[in-house]
Every structure is written in C-alpha cells, then in structure tokens.
C-alpha cells in the first residue's frame, strides 16, 4: 500500500520560513518524480515544484528564488524548504509521487501566512 504523509505545515508570518516533509512508503522511492502541489480557497491545483529521480528540477514562476526542492533516496523523502513566504504562498500542499501509470497522492497539511 502506497503512503505519502506530509510534515511541516503550519501558521508562519510573511518573511518567516517553513520546511515541508513528505514521507513515502510501499513505492521504489528512488524511481518516481516527486512533487510538491497547492491548492489555495477557489483555486485551481497548482505545481511547486518537482525533481526527477536524477535530480532534475522544474519550480513554479511563482516561488523560483525562494523556494528549494530535494529529496533523499535513503529516507524516501521528499523536502520543500520555503523562505520568503508570502500570504499568496498560503494553501493546502499536497506531496505526489509520479511514474508512467502511477499517480499518488498525500492527505496535504495546511500552510497559512500571516500578513
């Protein structure tokens, strides 16, 4: 059984910093891409960012600069590390694990950023 649970979220004020965990089981971690999504009040799901089993790396426009993405193959773990944050970075985050068929989903933890 696959299992994504995020860490990390939390109330912060715009400035402050958080950093996002997002633990894998029942998957070959080391071979999917593994994301990070929001998704604000009324707003569409968006991709954060993402970064490939061989490093490779895509951000949103939105978060480039401030936010850093990296994963740890020998913990099945993925990190978002957000500084900078603004009150429009504010929405559930969601971590996801992809490869060819394969779509999977965490539960999402809240991050809130107070103006």
């Known amino acids: 059984q696959v299992q994504l649970v995020e860490s990390g979220g939390g109330l912060v004020q715009a400035g402050g910093s958080l950093r996002l965990s997002c633990a894998a089981s029942?998957?070959?971690?080391?071979?999917?891409?593994m994301g990070w999504y929001r998704q604000a009040p009324g707003k569409q799901r968006e991709l954060v960012a993402s970064?490939?089993?061989?490093?490779?790396?895509n951000y949103a426009d939105s978060v480039k600069g401030r936010f850093t993405i990296s994963r740890d193959n020998a913990k099945n773990t993925v990190y978002l590390q957000m500084n900078s944050l603004k009150p429009e970075d504010a929405a559930v985050y969601y971590c996801n694990a992809k490869r060819l068929f394969d779509d999977y989903w965490g539960q999402g933890t809240q991050v809130t950023v107070s103006s």
């Open positions: 970064i490939r089993s061989g490093g490779g790396i």
């Open positions: 029942g998957v070959i971690f080391s071979i999917y891409v």
